[in-house]
């Protein structure tokens, strides 16, 4: 298993909070960057936020003061913590390790390696 994998979605009210987590390969070794993406319904595939070797973050303006990324090394861990969540952040939000050193939020899907299945995300108003 070399893909990331994502937990921690699930349907929550308007205003809740949500922490998202991508567990990364162990046999993939360490990143340059990792991000979170996510897509709804009908719509493209956009970067949400994303984080480098050295804990360089950036992230999309529709989430910026609202969500958090980081990382834990040692696990091999990517977090996503979601607050004040709205109807808008209704979507698949997907993980993905080995982008580019130089990644951002708003780098391409396709620029990283290993990209997971996964996990769904609904906010009801």
């Known amino acids: 298993q070399v893909q990331p994998v994502e937990s921690g979605g699930g349907s929550v009210q308007a205003g809740g909070s949500l922490t998202l987590s991508c567990a990364a390969s162990?046999?993939?070794?360490?990143?340059?960057?990792m991000g979170w993406f996510r897509q709804a319904p009908g719509k493209e595939r956009e970067g949400v936020a994303t984080i480098t070797r050295d804990a360089r973050t950036t992230y999309a303006d529709s989430v910026k003061g609202r969500f958090t990324i980081s990382q834990d090394n040692a696990k091999n861990t990517l977090y996503l913590q979601m607050n004040s969540l709205k109807p808008e952040d209704t979507a698949m939000y997907y993980c993905?390790?080995?982008?580019?050193?130089?990644?951002?939020?708003?780098?391409?899907?396709?620029?990283?390696?290993?990209r997971g299945q996964g996990t769904q995300v609904t906010v009801s108003s």
């Open positions: 993905a390790t080995h982008g580019p050193s130089d990644c951002y939020s708003g780098s391409w899907w396709a620029e990283f390696d290993y």
């Open positions: 162990r046999y993939t070794g360490s990143s340059d960057c």
